[in-house]
């Protein structure tokens, strides 16, 4: 309900009388006469248990609101924004409607106040946005991507009714307390979508912060949550079918008790667009409340506080069961995405890799289009060594440097070499490499067959400390971007083995039993090798632009699988057996491309296939970024409903699971220690991409398998808001790198 006094003052304005305002000014009855105030609630409409549609009643409609203004908003590219929620003792009454609204003000700091107006004739044109102002604004209801709202561009203040009030004392403020159901909690959010909430001292965060062109932001808990009460490294959210998921007899439920903490409210407290939330890291506790206003952007719900986040340090994620050193007669094999390792050096060959370039499209790769400005190429030099660093450092100190390592997303380019003149103690910086950034193609000097971006890499290694590693890869396994997986290895613990034209993948004619023509690149006689072929038929003819049915591309892969044969020695340098990688980097996005991906799955199964049916005891190992989970996880419930008649489980790596000879390694972590059994985090929980499968034989001689915990719990790093990384040589990457030890006696 209204309080007496604005109920007295609107019918008096009614009436004809004339009023003073908060400030003592006289303003004209007539203009306040034709107000008729709505309530919020109205505005964001009331959410009933199991609704979908949250569009607003009142959507496209000019209506007058009124209420306290109880935070300002600021994003990294200066627009600024307010929250206006109603008096406690003045809405609607309705739980299930929310009291407060995001008014977006572009980049001003004041709303234009309505001609003819108690605000026009008490302020002139424009109103200075200040929090504790109590307002009726006019405005035309909108939406932003789902967000409800008032936009500056359509808004007007039509009376400010008082000043200096203390918002949190005169709104409803509540703890953040979603419910475990993921709906049950999408529909809490929403009816509290633009009020004020407040997290809780004691929560916990469950995932490290990660930063976007909007901000940044921490996912987390309630302390007193189900999920934070499990002891040392279980107390975190997993998905539905990891065995330590605290919500059973569910599919997918989200994990609806987990909330985001988003920074908007802290840049516009800061004054600049420099700030960002607090670098917080999975187990980090957040000791002091902190409030600000529920905004929705990419399709989360943040309470975007005020203050920065106060924390305490939790459980050290790196220490979730670290990896083990290959000891006596055993070797190490890693896998490890190094997210868009790119260099700075213009390529000649490539028009997507530098400030200046046209940019890369491909009709037959849609998914690796690049458009500038290059999002991907560091901005100098010494931010691009940074990474290599601290890269270098987690394969020598937290992978034990292992005999092999397959990497995914390296930059695809080979103009450069190894200077002569350089040492591990050379200190030669940008000049370890010399380069030909002139000549293109066939008539390009400086390329050795080795990728630049990892055979830098290997340089840095060295420098560090580290063992000596060569780099290979063959560029057709390259996308439209520019991203390719490759290959470091130890030469005094392994070597690439000569292959002949009859080997069944290695050779002119592979003998890879699958459904359509290969590409081209097939027929190379090489090792590393790239493989592809056409998508078959009747996915081609289901290919969408977007969603289940999505392909980039009609190759089954836009970034070829690469396949690599090694063997192993022993002090003396002898061959003591031999290994095959295959090497992935599927497509992303484990809830669409759905038909696309099973078929990459389909294909890198035919490829161990071929192997083991040459040599039914051979050693293979598949691993790489699968961008989708193992089994028994999934996008999709059982008999939920993908498209169609098409019904969960989609189940997209069966090909590998059943057709391939191999076997999954998450089956040995999950069960050997499953609190450590994952490899990313999204929204707050666990989840596993980055796979390795083993072959019977190899299987037999595992010693140990897990995921190095180094990366995905650690905050990204805030370059563009001028941060230092806050964890040295944790987060580098936003994946847990995969390692396997075996015996090699």
Not at 220 to 249: F, I, K, N, W
Not at 538 to 547: A, F, L, P, R, T
Not at 561 to 588: M, T
């Amino acid at each position: 309900m209204q309080s007496l006094r604005r109920r007295a003052r609107l019918a008096a304005a009614a009436a004809g009388a004339v009023i003073i305002g908060a400030s003592g000014f006289l303003f004209a009855s007539q203009a306040q006469a034709q107000a008729d105030i709505v309530h919020i609630g109205a505005v964001q409409g009331s959410i009933e248990d199991g609704d979908t549609d949250f569009s607003s009643p009142l959507a496209g409609q000019t209506v007058y609101v009124q209420g306290i203004v109880t935070q300002e908003t600021l994003d990294p590219s200066g627009n600024k924004g307010f929250f206006l929620q109603e008096r406690a003792d003045a809405t609607d009454g309705d739980a299930n409607s929310s009291d407060g609204i995001f008014v977006f003000n572009n980049q001003y700091s004041t709303l234009r106040t309505l001609a003819g107006s108690p605000a026009r004739e008490e302020l002139g044109a424009n109103w200075t946005v200040n929090v504790g102002d109590e307002i009726v604004l006019r405005g035309v209801v909108g939406s932003y991507f789902g967000n409800i709202q008032f936009s500056g561009g359509s808004a007007y203040v039509y009376d400010v009714v008082e000043t200096g009030l203390d918002p949190l004392a005169e709104v409803e403020s509540v703890e953040v307390d979603p419910p475990d159901d993921a709906k049950a909690s999408l529909e809490y959010m929403r009816r509290h979508l633009g009020m004020q909430m407040t997290v809780p001292a004691d929560s916990v965060v469950t995932a490290g912060r990660d930063v976007f062109s909007s901000g940044g932001e921490v996912w987390a808990m309630r302390g007193d949550s189900e999920a934070a009460q499990q002891d040392g490294y279980a107390a975190r959210a997993y998905r539905d079918a990891h065995p330590l998921d605290t919500v059973e007899g569910n599919f997918d439920d989200g994990n609806g008790y987990l909330f985001v903490i988003g920074d908007l409210g802290i840049r516009a407290t800061a004054g600049t667009t420099e700030s960002i939330i607090a670098p917080a890291k999975t187990y980090d506790v957040i000791t002091e409340a902190a409030t600000g206003g529920i905004y929705l952007s990419f399709a989360k719900y943040a309470v975007e506080v005020a203050e920065d986040l106060v924390l305490e340090g939790g459980l050290e994620p790196a220490e979730n069961e670290p990896v083990e050193a290959a000891g006596k007669h055993e070797a190490s094999v890693a896998s490890y995405n190094i997210e868009n390792l790119y260099d700075t050096r213009d390529n000649p060959n490539s028009g997507c890799d530098f400030t200046g370039n046209a940019g890369c499209t491909d009709p037959e790769d849609p998914e690796g289009n690049v458009s500038p400005p290059f999002d991907y190429v560091p901005s100098t030099y010494e931010e691009y060594e940074a990474q290599l660093q601290r890269q270098a450092a987690q394969i020598v100190e937290d992978l034990k440097s292992p005999a092999i390592l397959m990497t995914q997303e390296g930059e695809a380019q080979d103009v450069c070499s190894v200077n002569p003149e350089w040492t591990k103690d050379s200190d030669l910086g940008e000049d370890r490499l010399v380069c030909d950034l002139v000549n293109t193609g066939d008539a390009n000097t400086g390329g050795d067959g080795a990728p630049d971006s990892i055979q830098e890499l290997a340089l840095v290694i060295a420098e560090y400390g580290g063992p000596t590693y060569t780099a290979v890869g063959d560029l057709d396994a390259a996308d439209t971007r520019g991203i390719m997986t490759g290959f470091l290895y130890q030469p005094k613990l392994a070597g690439l083995s000569n292959v002949k034209s009859w080997d069944p993948v290695f050779g002119d004619s592979p003998e890879i039993d699958y459904p359509t023509e290969a590409d081209a690149i097939n027929a190379d006689l090489q090792n590393p090798k790239a493989l592809n072929a056409s998508l078959p038929q009747d996915v081609i003819d289901q290919c969408k632009s977007s969603g289940v049915f999505a392909c980039n591309g009609f190759d089954v892969f836009s970034r070829a699988a690469q396949a690599a044969k090694f063997y192993f020695k022993d002090k003396h340098g002898r061959n003591i057996g031999e290994i095959y990688l295959i090497n992935n980097h599927f497509s992303s996005s484990p809830n669409t491309r759905v038909l696309h991906r099973t078929e990459q799955a389909n294909y890198v199964a035919a490829i161990s296939a071929a192997i083991l049916d040459h040599q039914r005891r051979a050693k293979v190992l598949a691993g790489g970024d699968f961008n989708v989970f193992p089994r028994p996880d999934d996008p999709f419930a059982e008999g939920q409903v993908i498209a169609g008649d098409w019904t969960g489980p989609s189940d997209q790596l069966a090909g590998m699971y059943e057709d391939s000879g191999l076997c999954s390694l998450y089956d040995v972590q999950v069960e050997d220690h499953p609190a450590a059994a994952y490899s990313y985090t999204y929204v707050g929980q666990t989840q596993t991409l980055d796979q390795m499968f083993a072959s019977p034989a190899l299987l037999r001689e595992v010693e140990w398998t897990g995921s190095a915990h180094i990366n995905a719990d650690y905050p990204a790093d805030a370059w563009d808001f001028g941060e230092e990384p806050a964890y040295g040589r944790y987060g580098v990457s936003d994946h847990d790198p995969s390692v396997v030890v075996f015996d090699i006696k």
